[in-house]
């Protein structure tokens, strides 16, 4: 049961347009969400989160939207660069139970490629 | 953020044999994870690492394969037991900080001949 789910394997975009990378999710209990980026053979980034008190977070060039009435974030970097090219995961939990708190379950990730 | 190390980065070992995982934070933290990822697939959590006390598996992994240490609030260990080669994987710890983000090492790519 892959309660978190990226449905896009990949996205190509050329640098400077936006990249849109998309998630979804059927648990829920689920509170809190974030998205990281990982480069091969290094540990997972982090790169902004979002409440569920909250529909949009906005850092610098990335900002994250969640609709929780369709199970849905998406995560918005503008202008997209060449070092953005990476895997991004988005990653979600439930934060309001005590002994869920902290647990992360993971999408299958997307792998962004920007184009000079 | 906290700044976590994890010794080794990679090793190859033998299957049969077992192998410890260390990681170091540069500050306490009261949460600690530790997580695997397969290859080609998405992370999955292993065990949250109490400290003081028994870590907390999650279906599918258990004490005596995957045993853990947490003698204070900021190292842990994670042994990886009598490995075979489906245990080939990077292993990551991670904590959780204040505001809820959660932070990575950078990994322990393990090979398993």
């Known amino acids: 049961d892959q309660q978190v789910k990226q449905n896009s394997p990949s996205l190509s975009v050329q640098e400077g347009r936006i990249s849109i990378l998309n998630c979804d999710y059927t648990?829920?209990?689920?509170?809190?969400f974030l998205w990281y980026k990982k480069y091969p053979a290094e540990g997972p980034t982090f790169l902004i989160s979002?409440?569920?008190?909250?529909d949009k977070n906005e850092d610098g060039r990335f900002t994250v939207f969640l609709n929780k009435s369709a199970k849905h974030l998406s995560l918005h970097i503008v202008p997209s660069q060449p070092g953005d090219s990476a895997v991004y995961f988005c990653?979600?939990?439930?934060?309001?139970?005590?002994?869920?708190?902290?647990?992360?379950?993971f999408g299958q990730g997307t792998i962004l490629t920007v184009h000079p | 953020s906290a700044v976590i190390s994890q010794k080794p980065s990679r090793d190859i070992c033998q299957r049969g044999t077992s192998l410890t995982i260390q990681c170091q934070v540069d500050?306490?933290?009261?949460?600690m994870f530790w997580y695997r990822q397969q290859p080609g697939q998405s992370l999955t959590l292993i065990a949250t690492?109490?400290?003081?006390?028994?870590?907390?598996?999650e279906s599918g992994f258990v004490i005596d394969k995957f045993p853990i240490s947490r003698p204070n609030l900021t190292f842990s260990t994670l042994t990886v037991s009598n490995m075979s080669p489906e245990d080939s994987s990077i292993y990551l710890c991670?904590?959780?900080?204040?505001?809820?983000?959660?932070?990575f090492g950078p990994g322990t790519r393990l090979t398993v001949t």
């Open positions: 991670s904590v959780v900080e204040i505001l809820g983000e959660q932070y």
């Open positions: 648990n829920s209990m689920f509170d809190y």
């Open positions: 979002i409440s569920s008190i909250k």
């Open positions: 990653a979600a939990s439930s934060n309001a139970g005590g002994t869920s708190y902290g647990k992360l379950t």
């Open positions: 500050s306490q933290v009261t949460m």
């Open positions: 690492a109490n400290q003081g006390s028994e870590a907390t598996y």
